[in-house]
Nanobody, 124 residues
Framework: QVQLVESGGGSVPSGGSLRLSCAAS????????MGWFRQAPGKEREGVAA???????SYSDSVQGRFTISQDNAKNTLYLQMNSLKPEDTAMYYC??????????????????WGQGTQVTISS
């Protein structure tokens, strides 16, 4: 059974940094592409970043240059380093996994498994 557990969320001032982690279990980690999504109150969930097992990455325009997705295959863990945080980054952040070869499009439908989310709040 695939399980994704996020951690590392919190509340920081604008300009600060956070690192999110996603511990994956229940499957062969390299079998799925991995991604981060977020959902702010009253808004649809949006793709933030994703990567494949070879290290190729994809980012949304809103976080390009500020966020970095990475993974430790030995630990079955996905990370999202978030720097220069802005109030508009405030959202629930979700880890996701899926088999779709179109993972780089950052679409919800291409990811089959989801974590419960971790809250990120950025104060101005």
């Amino acid at each position: 059974q695939v399980q994704l557990v996020e951690s590392g969320g919190g509340s920081v001032p604008s300009g600060g940094s956070l690192r999110l982690s996603c511990a994956a279990s229940g499957y062969t980690y390299s079998s799925y592409f991995m991604g981060w999504f977020r959902q702010a109150p009253g808004k649809e969930r949006e793709g933030v970043a994703a990567m494949d097992s070879d290290g190729s990455t994809s980012y949304s325009d809103s976080v390009q240059g500020r966020f970095t997705i990475s993974q430790d295959n030995a630990k079955n863990t996905l990370y999202l380093q978030m720097n220069s945080l802005k109030p508009e980054d405030t959202a629930m952040y979700y880890c996701a996994a899926g088999p779709s070869p179109q993972w780089w499009l950052l679409r919800e439908a291409d990811f089959a498994y989801w974590g419960q989310g971790t809250q990120v709040t950025i104060s101005s």
